[in-house]
């Protein structure tokens, strides 16, 4: 189904973060942490148990939202509980240019302290110029920055003298292509198609969608050698390839679109253990990628859910399972690059409920 509409934006997730409500603003977890109902002694064992699980992994990543923190909690608090925890790289996840503010610049000033990786992440379904449906939607959505946009602003800051930037390690681009559908209000600006059930097939609008996103990553500026990019592409998109709906968009696709290749986070679609690891098999022994270059992400979803693509926990002990699960099933794997875990307020919510 065409629309008067280009898409020159780019997605998790981090899809992986919550970016699956039509309203970018609502994605924020804010730090509203229960009274500890677990005993000091129990979730100290949590944590180590964690760490046990997770230690064989190159990356132990977590994913924060630091408008969240604001006020709440000091930034070497925050600092603390994520080395505590056996997290060795940090997703910060931003959902508008509004939040690349002082609150930020101290988070990475205070991360490159420590010694940190640091990454930021964004998503295409928040970054591009928005084409309201009335007046009103004008008013309270004004249009913003599409990624390529927002990405040479980062690289500015980054080489910037003195700027907080400097510390950053990592780029994130979560490519959640279809959010765009017709069920959203916030239409691309300049864009000709939108995602449709029934528009599957080589050169239907889909495939159309698929082909300029990765265009679009192509063209992107070069890096400097000390930042990485990292794409997060929903772990459907290799299937649909294959079963011949669409003519691009698995994780090499996304891998290919950088030299050297930039990395790869699995965003799971399903809310079972069982669903993510049928979904990465093929990714993670596939020898078109780069051994070590992909990294699950484990998004935590809020209580018993099971309709959201989050897995699905009932409390520590189910959380734990999962993440074994995991481990077991494809941490041996020749591409596994390690696990994405977050947000950090739901995991430590999980520690600390009975």
């Known amino acids: 189904m065409k629309r008067s509409f280009f898409i020159s934006f780019f997605i998790a997730s981090l899809g992986f973060a919550g970016c699956s409500v039509n309203n970018p603003e609502k994605a924020v977890h804010p730090l509203v942490l229960p009274s500890p109902a677990a005993a000091p002694e129990v979730q100290a064992a ?72 640091v990454e930021i992440a964004m998503d295409l379904f928040h970054f591009y110029p928005r084409k309201a449906g009335n007046m009103f939607l004008r008013h309270v959505r004004p249009g913003s920055p599409g990624i390529p946009e927002m990405v040479k602003k980062i690289l500015e800051l980054k080489a910037s003298s003195g700027s907080a930037y400097r510390n950053l390690t990592g780029i994130t681009i979560a490519a959640n292509v279809h959010f765009f559908n017709s069920s959203n209000l916030d239409y691309p600006a300049d864009g000709l198609f939108v995602w449709d059930e029934n528009s599957f097939g080589p050169g239907l609008d889909n495939d159309e969608m698929m082909k300029m996103t990765l265009k679009m990553l192509r063209e992107l500026p070069p890096f400097p050698d000390d930042l990485q990019l990292t794409i997060g592409v929903p772990d ?73 693509a989050q897995l699905r926990r009932r409390d520590w002990n189910d959380f734990i399972r999962i993440t074994r699960y995991v481990r077991d099933n494809v941490g041996n794997e020749r591409n596994f690059g390690g696990l994405i875990t977050g947000p950090l307020v739901l995991f430590k919510i999980l520690q600390m409920e009975p």
Do not use: W
């Not at 399903?270 to 699950?296: A, F, H, Q, W, Y």
């Open 46 to 117: 949590r944590i180590a148990e964690y760490r046990e699980i997770t230690k064989g992994f190159p990356v132990r990543g977590v994913g924060l939202f630091i408008g969240a923190y604001d006020g709440r909690i000091s930034k070497e608090k925050l600092l603390d509980c994520i080395e505590e925890c056996g997290f060795n790289r940090i997703y910060c996840f931003i959902t508008s240019e509004t939040q690349m503010d002082e609150d930020l610049e101290e988070f990475l000033i205070a991360v490159g302290k420590r010694r940190i990786p």
């Open 236 to 308: 459907h998109y290799s299937e649909l390839v294959h079963e011949g709906k669409l003519s691009c968009g698995t994780a090499e696709d996304f891998a290919a679109v950088r030299n050297p290749p930039a990395k790869i986070i699995l965003l799971s679609q399903g809310n079972r253990p069982t669903d993510t690891v049928r979904r990465v098999k093929d990714e993670m022994t596939n020898p078109e990628l780069e051994p070590g270059s992909v990294i699950l992400l484990q998004r935590i979803a809020n209580h018993t859910a099971v309709s959201d």
